[in-house]
């Protein structure tokens, strides 16, 4: 049985190569484009053919599968020429195709994917059960004290979600509708409950099932990928499973050793600084850092920064004056 074959792509101004996405864009433009209730009478024929035409093309692009097989006959062929199916393509013609009109469609479609069943009304593209929408995606921003502990947070985002009056399709009663100006979509402002894991790290990524784009009425919501962004702290810093932070302590203290109060993710923490410290030296505290996959905690590096008193009395001058005194002579021996 010879057809005349049809450019689907060309029909929707798509190129071979188009997203979902843009094919579903490029169909929904047409069918406002060309709906033939939206003309005048003297040209809703035409316009009915170019509608009908419109829909047979996303029926097939819009399928994963009919895309498929409809891509197997290749690139080569051109709009409005006579084709044969080869024998080699399997029997189409004892398909069903349970979704089309069965006035519907074209010979050129009835070959390739069967004929209609009689009295079955052509009600648009129906998705196969898995396909969803798309995935969103958007930023966390945590404090280091919210990653450490986890729980939950509340977030407002703003999506483009389906028109509720016009289902997505632009039209109500075969007119554009007055809610969303034919675009098919909305802006929506959503409050999200997110659940935050302990010891969350910088570009982790969280998943919320079902809160993604919404694509058709029959299509499962995409999911929503939260990207984890830790901000900056004003005493710790976070590198791999060690958490980093700096402790100034004077001279003398750096010398002859002190105790002192340093940050840490749970509180202050006090520490020893041993005699005879020197300057960027780094002290451990085990066990004060961050959590890893097979549940251990790293450690907290503090970084020594010896601090010379922005004033001084006159006394501790002099008693600085001396140990340079003391320190040249033992030079000197």
């Given at each position: 049985m010879s057809a005349t074959y049809k450019d689907y792509y060309e029909i929707l101004g798509v190129d071979r190569k188009a997203t979902e996405t843009e094919i579903k864009s490029a169909y929904r433009k047409?069918?406002?484009?060309?709906?033939?209730?939206?003309?005048?009478?003297?040209?809703?024929?035409?316009?009915?053919?170019?509608?009908?035409?419109?829909?047979?093309?996303?029926?097939?692009?819009?399928?994963?599968?009919?895309?498929?097989?409809?891509?197997?006959?290749?690139e080569n062929?051109?709009?409005?020429?006579?084709?044969?199916?080869?024998?080699?393509?399997?029997?189409?013609?004892?398909?069903?195709?349970?979704?089309?009109?069965?006035?519907?469609?074209?010979?050129?479609f009835e070959t390739l994917f069967g004929r209609a069943r009689s009295g079955a009304p052509f009600s648009g593209f129906k998705p196969t059960r898995n396909q969803r929408g798309q995935n969103l995606e958007s930023e966390l921003e945590l404090t280091l004290?919210?990653?450490?502990?986890g729980g939950r947070k509340t977030l407002q985002l703003s999506f483009h979600t389906l028109c509720p009056a016009c289902g997505g399709s632009?039209?109500?009663?075969?007119?554009?509708?007055?809610?969303c100006g034919g675009?098919?979509?909305?802006?929506?402002?959503k409050t999200l409950d997110v659940k935050i894991p302990p010891y969350v790290r910088d570009g982790s990524k969280i998943r919320l099932k079902g809160q993604g784009s919404e694509?058709?009425?029959?299509?499962?919501?995409?999911?929503?990928?939260?990207?984890?962004?830790?901000?900056?702290?004003a005493c710790l810093t976070l590198n791999g499973t060690s958490l980093e932070t700096t402790a100034k302590v004077r001279p003398e203290q750096a010398v002859l050793g002190c105790q002192i109060l340093v940050p840490s993710i749970d509180g202050e923490v006090l520490i020893k600084i041993?005699?005879?410290?020197h300057n960027n030296q780094k002290l451990r505290l085990r066990s004060k850092g961050w959590q890893d996959k097979n549940g251990n905690r790293g450690d907290e590096y503090v970084k020594v920064v010896i601090?010379?008193?922005?004033?001084?009395?006159?006394?501790?001058?002099?008693?600085?004056?001396?140990?340079?005194?003391?320190?040249?002579?033992?030079h000197k021996r």
């Open positions: 047409a069918a406002r484009k060309y709906h033939p209730d939206l003309h005048a009478k003297r040209d809703k024929a035409a316009y009915e053919e170019k509608f009908k035409e419109i829909n047979e093309a996303y029926a097939v692009l819009g399928d994963v599968e009919k895309r498929a097989q409809y891509d197997r006959l290749g062929l051109h709009n409005g020429q006579e084709w044969q199916p080869s024998p080699d393509m399997g029997n189409y013609e004892n398909q069903t195709w349970r979704e089309a009109d069965a006035d519907g469609f074209s010979d050129f004290e919210e990653a450490y502990h632009g039209l109500v009663n075969q007119v554009t509708c007055q809610i675009a098919g979509r909305k802006t929506i402002i694509e058709a009425d029959q299509i499962a919501a995409g999911d929503l990928l939260l990207t984890v962004k830790i901000l900056p702290h041993p005699s005879m410290t601090d010379i008193p922005r004033t001084m009395s006159l006394e501790e001058k002099e008693i600085y004056q001396h140990l340079a005194e003391l320190r040249n002579e033992v």
